[in-house]
């Protein structure tokens, strides 16, 4: 069974930046569709980014010009470069499949805290 492990969160200042990694043990994973999402305090899982096969990129307006979302397939590992944070960008991130796909179990997340 496939076991998503995020990591690289951390309380930062507005403005500065986060580099997200998601890694995955068990087999049967591929970083071929993937796609990170956003839990926020009180709030349901959104979706922020997700990458397609052909390596095209989606991303929600919010975050669209700050974030970007890249693999590296011979490492099997995701990543979600995040700039000019902001507060509404709090949360915990995860990563997984994008939504028209079957999910992989869901891992823990990385909090990231954007303090003003």
């Known amino acids: 069974q496939v076991q998503l492990v995020e990591s690289g969160g951390g309380l930062v200042q507005t403005g500065r930046s986060l580099r997200l990694s998601c890694a995955a043990s068990?087999?049967?994973?591929?970083?071929?569709?993937m796609a990170w999402y956003r839990q926020a305090p009180g709030k349901q899982r959104v979706l922020v980014a997700l990458i397609g096969i052909d390596g095209s990129t989606s991303y929600d307006r919010s975050v669209k010009g700050r974030f970007t979302i890249s693999r590296d397939t011979a490492k099997g590992e995701i990543y979600l470069e995040m700039n000019n944070l902001k507060p509404d960008d709090t949360g915990v991130y995860y990563c997984n499949t994008p939504p028209t796909l079957p999910r992989y179990p869901w891992g823990q997340g990385t909090q990231v805290t954007v303090s003003s």
């Open positions: 068990g087999s049967g994973f591929t970083v071929d569709r």
